[in-house]
C-alpha cells in the first residue's frame, strides 16, 4: 500500500485544516487507518485511527483533539481525512497517515505502511 497525505499548511489559532490520505495499491477498504504526529524535539504520537468497517462510533482519538479533530475515510475514493478544527499552537507538527491489517491501534510499531508526512503548523 502507498500512502499519500497532504493538505497541511500554515494556518492561525483556532482555523480549521482538512487532511487527506489517498491510499493505492492494495484494498484500502481492508485496512484500518491511523494519523500520527511528529512535532519538533518529540517521538511520533497516536493521533486518531479508524478501522476498515468504519462507523463514526469506533473511530478513536487521543484525548487532547477529542472534540476537535474528525477522522473519516470514503473507501469509494481509497482516501482517509483528518479534519481539524479549533487548532492550537501545540497541534504544530508533521502529520503522517498509516494503514494496518487489522482492527484500528493506537501504537505506531503495529501500522505497517506510512506516508510521508504533512507539515501542518499553527501560530498563535
Known amino acids: 500500500v502507498q500512502l499519500q497525505a497532504s493538505g497541511g499548511g500554515l494556518v492561525q489559532a483556532g482555523e480549521s485544516l482538512r487532511l487527506s490520505c489517498a491510499a493505492s495499491?492494495?484494498?484500502?477498504?481492508?485496512?484500518?487507518m491511523g494519523w500520527f504526529r511528529q512535532a519538533p524535539g518529540k517521538e511520533r504520537e497516536f493521533v486518531a485511527a479508524i478501522s476498515w468497517s468504519w462507523s463514526a462510533g469506533n473511530a478513536r482519538y487521543t484525548d487532547s483533539v477529542k472534540g476537535r479533530f474528525t477522522i473519516s475515510r470514503d473507501n469509494a475514493k481509497n482516501t482517509v481525512y483528518l479534519r481539524m478544527n479549533s487548532l492550537k499552537p501545540e497541534d504544530t507538527a508533521v502529520y503522517y497517515c498509516a494503514a494496518r491489517s487489522g482492527g484500528s491501534s493506537w501504537y505506531l510499531n503495529e501500522y505497517d505502511y506510512w506516508g510521508q508526512g504533512t507539515q501542518v503548523t499553527v501560530s498563535s
Open positions: 495499491g492494495d484494498t484500502f477498504s481492508s485496512y484500518a
